[in-house]
């Protein structure tokens, strides 16, 4: 199951981690900064999506995702906004729909993660 969540992991900062640092960029902290912010996002969330919602939702795979979705986007944009990031909202949406693009098309294609 860790294996499984690194994986996971992995990829969704791959995904999320460009976006959230090109939001904070206006805000003016170096490139390290804005990388080690940005990946504070997904790493606040990504635990609990990952473990704690299939719990929740056991036998229903499509709320589970939406609901853990939701949960996601809003944490991640009241992160951002506290980062005084604007639009932060706008740009929680674009990162998790990214991700579970990407996370969705490597589960069909590939069975992975």
């Given amino acids: 199951m860790i294996g499984a969540w690194l994986g996971a992991f992995a990829l969704t900062q791959l995904v999320e981690t460009p976006i959230y640092a090109r939001a904070l960029a206006p805000r003016g902290p170096d490139r390290l900064t804005r990388l080690a912010l940005a990946f504070g996002a997904s790493a606040l969330t990504h635990p609990v999506v990952f473990f ?16 853990a979705e939701l949960f996601a986007v809003c944490i991640e944009a009241l992160y951002l906004r ?13 990162a998790n729909a ?6 969705l098309s490597s589960r069909a294609a590939l069975g992975w993660p």
Avoid: H, N, Q
Avoid at 83 to 93: K, N, P, Y
Avoid at 98 to 103: H, L
């Fill in 52 to 67: 704690g919602f299939p719990r929740w939702f056991p036998d229903d795979y499509w709320t589970g995702v939406a609901a």
């Fill in 98 to 103: 990214a991700s579970v693009a990407v996370g």
């Fill in 82 to 94: 506290r980062l005084g990031v604007d639009r932060a909202i706008a740009w929680s949406l674009l």
